[in-house]
């Protein structure tokens, strides 16, 4: 892989330039600071960098301003940004998530889950240049291709803020310490007949809606501390860690409310009318390991499940006008 | 000192006692300047000049406290981490705009100033 590691610690970045060259086949590039990083990015030109590892506090421009800076060029939509980072600075990792990182390792590193997460990442970009997994949605500044959309594919949402990849939500919830989930909860919504929305229209206008549709949904958690991620077939997985315990009800109303607000609208002017299902929210206290990304997978079951209820209860007139 | 032993994983990496010895050269030089910006925080007259050197000193703890249980001074960098923490404590605490430097953020800084000595002391 091409690497670009950021660093304002020479003895950092010594240690890494040697730790990849033994462990692996990689071309790696250093720069002390984030402006010499966006200096040797911008002259890449054709040969665009594979993976950054960024240090989260460096003079001048941090590291998380740094990612941010990095997502919105062109070419690096997906790119893998490792962000590196002390034990000290784990606060700040939600707002480097949040600026388009995909995972973190704390500092000083162990050298075996260094070498592992760089494994994870090798694999990920095979995968991104075999299969369209990390790629379906195109950057902001060229969205009007006309390419096929999987209605089941997660799409990478850019510039919504608190909004980041399925990669990066999984790394994030399974590097989440004891005390950070005692007060974490996921939860979901889903699209209601996201099916119907993704044969109407063509993949670009399918694309914003669900950016759309995430922006709406954001919106709504304003004031709570989150993250959220696109998983595809029309649902938003949402974890928040700040004890927050959602009324999903209530939520869900809210996020509808806004949505007829918002009044979406196709290309040709018709409006569409997307309206969300919301799941149970699940606490992750107690939960460890694989424990943990089940709960995710529960979490978007659930709302996935209601938004198939909430249709069949639609034309279940044998139930209609009865109560519980 | 025992405290200061190789340890960990680090020292089975090709190519590391290169980089564990430019870490104790650089060391030579950041404890000194931790140790004057620790001293002008003491001595300072001002909540800014206090807090700007002891702002100073932190930013090098960090990087310390980032890479020396990376090259096998785990104890060392716990030590600055340590440091680095009654700081920004400091700094983020109710008592941050008086002209106060804490006896404890000095006390500390010591501890890790002798440490860092007998460390490039021994190599």
Known sequence: ?324 | MTALALSGPAPQMPGLDRIRLRFVELLHDRKAEIAHYALAAWDGETAEDINQNLENARGILHQISGTAGTVGYPELGQTAQQCEAQIIAHLEGDYADLAICPGDIIWFIDTFVEACTNLTDQA
């Open chain 1, 1 to 324: 892989m091409k690497i670009l590691a950021t660093d304002d610690d020479p003895i950092i970045l010594e240690l890494l330039a040697q730790f990849l060259n033994t462990f692996g086949d990689h071309d790696i590039t250093t720069a002390t600071g984030a402006l010499d990083a966006i200096a040797l990015i911008e002259a890449a030109g054709a040969e665009p960098y594979d993976c950054f590892l960024l240090d989260i506090q460096m003079p001048g421009m941090d590291g998380t301003t740094l990612a941010r800076r990095i997502r919105q060029m062109h070419d690096y939509g997906v790119t893998p940004i490792i962000m590196l980072t002390a034990m000290s600075e784990k606060r700040y990792i939600d707002s480097a998530f949040a600026a388009g990182a995909t995972d973190y390792v704390t500092k000083p590193f162990d050298l075996t889950e260094l070498r592992t997460r760089i494994s994870v990442v090798e694999q990920l970009v095979e995968s991104r240049k075999t299969t369209n997994f990390f790629a379906p949605a195109p950057h902001p500044t060229s969205r009007t291709t006309s390419d096929v959309i999987d209605l089941h594919d997660p799409i990478a949402l850019h510039d919504i803020d608190y909004v980041i990849s399925c990669i990066a939500m999984e790394n994030y919830v399974s590097q989440l310490s004891r005390s950070s989930l005692f007060g974490s909860t996921v939860f979901a919504f889903t699209l209601r007949q996201p099916e119907v929305l993704c044969d109407a229209l063509s993949a670009a206008e399918f694309k914003f809606v669900i950016e759309d549709v995430a922006e709406v949904i954001t919106d709504s958690l304003t004031g709570h501390q989150f993250l959220m991620t696109y998983a595809g077939s029309g649902t938003y997985l949402c974890i928040t860690e700040s004890g927050w315990r959602p009324d999903m009800p209530k939520l869900m109303d809210a996020v509808n409310l806004r949505l007829s607000r918002a009044q979406i609208m196709s290309n040709d002017g018709k409006e569409l009318y997307p309206r969300v299902s919301a799941g149970v929210a699940i606490r992750l206290i107690w939960k460890s390991g694989d424990q943990i990304l089940n709960a995710l997978s529960n979490a978007q079951a659930s709302s996935e499940a209601a938004a198939a209820e909430f249709e069949r209860l639609k034309t279940d007139f044998f139930h209609i006008g009865k109560s519980a």
